[in-house]
Structures are given as C-alpha cells and as structure tokens.
C-alpha cells in the first residue's frame, strides 16, 4: 500500500487573509508563510453508509458540473478541487465523480435523475460541481447530517465510495458515519468548511486523494521550497484580474490560466525567477466566455499550487 504522505498544500481560501505588503519580499518570510500551513496528504476514506439505498446507476454526464437545474429549490452551494494519487506526487485527470443526494426537502428522486450526474476531472486533475445543500432525513430516530454521495473512480482503476458533509452541522455529533474520527471511514477530512461567495453561493474546497496513476504534480514535499499564489483579484472580475504569487527558491516559473476543460487560455508568466513575491496582471480577451477558470503555478516544470477565479 503506498504510504499515506503530504496532502492538500493550500486550498484555495488557504492564504487570503495575508496581507503582502510591498510585492518584493525576503525569502525568508516567504518560507515561514509556507511552512505554517497544513501539509498533510490526507486520504479521501470510505464512508461507512457506503452508497446507501438510493444510488440509480447510468446517471447522465453532466458537461458544465451543474447536478442541480437553476430552478431547484435550495441553497446553492459549489464545490471544486482537485484529484491526486495517494501520496498527492501525481494529478489524475479524467477521474470520474458520480455525485447523487437528497434534495431541499430531504427526499431522493429514485424515479429519474433530478439532483444526480457524473462529472470528469479534466486534464489538469481539477473539478467543480454546483448543486443544493440537501435537505435531511431520519434515519431511525436521529436525523442524518446534509450529505453528499460519491462513487469516484479514477482512469484504469477502483471505485471508491464516500460522503461528503459540512462544518457547522448539528447532526454530525450524533450520526454513525459522520462522527467517525478514525480508521477506514474517518471521515474528519470529508466535513469541510462552506463560505459566502460574492454572487450569494456556498463554496467549498474538496481535494480528492485516492489510488491511481497520473501526471506529475509535485503537492508533496517539494512545495515547501516552491511557490504559491497568495490571491486572486478582483474575484469575480470582469477586465482583468491581479494575481499575487510568491517563489520560494529561485527557479523556472510559470502561471497558467486554464478553463473547466483543462485547456490553457492565458500564460502570464514563464521564465526564470529569484526567491520573492510577485504581481501578473491577467487582461482577458473580450471574447472569453463567462465562468470559472483555474489560475495554476508551475515551478521547475511541476504544478505546485491553484485558485479557482470567476468571470463575469
């Protein structure tokens, strides 16, 4: 079995509230900043439910991650990261992630497909889904957490199957899967933390870690002398947006821009940088279409770290 390493250098929420002061910092400050961050690589565990009595197989592809119709009552909520193998070294695009839950009210469409759809990890290894908070449901005499059903399953090997809750929840404490801390179903790193976007909508970040086989990445260890995007700009932007990166070592760096498909709509920076914080500029052609892009540094050839922006 291959050792559960280092996981989840930032999420995308990570380092927002630093402030940068002057753009040209020592690399000391930069390493300190680095190193008091979560570094573990924490696997994405079984949920002890499993998938439960409502899964409904060959459920419709869902091309732009919206499981839930605009007109689906509920709190919208969206969730994205990224798929890396088990000791985070490795991106693993095309992974599917068969996603299924209760609507507002708590009830299962067990007759079609409302609220159920699979989604691909593009070439980059990231996703994004857009749905409701499900509603809750008894079970026996407790009522379950708001939870979200997953069959993942990575190009060329196993399916994995979990749930997914959320921070805050007063019916964790109290549900057999949810309030485990340990072993196998741990579920402590599926409870993840919602926060009000700009535009009125939930986010949240869920990094996927499981068995397989990819594209070099580099989220382990070596990220610690590597670099990081420290903000995103206005986020939604409309003309252009500022991103704010620092370089830990001096090194070969680019920043990328992607699109959900994984494809690279923008290079703002590819050359050799020494150890400081730095400032790109990203001027969008006016005919790029609105929605969610994915701002990446690469740092000696290796993607060390992303942010998810928005535009209008």
Known sequence: MKKNSRRQFLKNTALAGIGLGAIHTSSSAIENESNNQNLDCEITTLDYYGEGPFYTENPPLK???????????????????RVTNLDCTEILGGTIIDVWHANDAGHYDNQGYNLRGKIIANEQGFYMLETILP???LNGSQYRPS???FKITPPGFPTLTTQLYFEGDNSIANDAAASITSGQYDATHRIIELNESVEGVMEGTWDIVIDGEGTQTGVNDLHINNGIIYSATPNPF???VKIKYGVFSNSNVGLFVYDIEGRQVAK?????????????????????PSGHYFVAIKINDLQVHYMKILKN
């Not at 091309?63 to 990261?81: H, K, L, T, Y």
């Not at 703002?268 to 790029?288: H, I, Q, V």
């Open 147 to 149: 939870h979200i059903h």
């Open 238 to 240: 409309t003309n252009e």
């Open 268 to 288: 703002l920076e590819e050359r050799y940088l020494t150890s400081e914080k730095y400032e790109a500029t990203w001027l969008p052609d006016a005919t790029l």
């Open 135 to 137: 509603g809750k449901y």
């Open 63 to 81: 091309d732009d991650g919206m499981i839930a119709s605009p007109n689906e009552v509920g709190r919208r909520i969206r969730i994205s990261g």
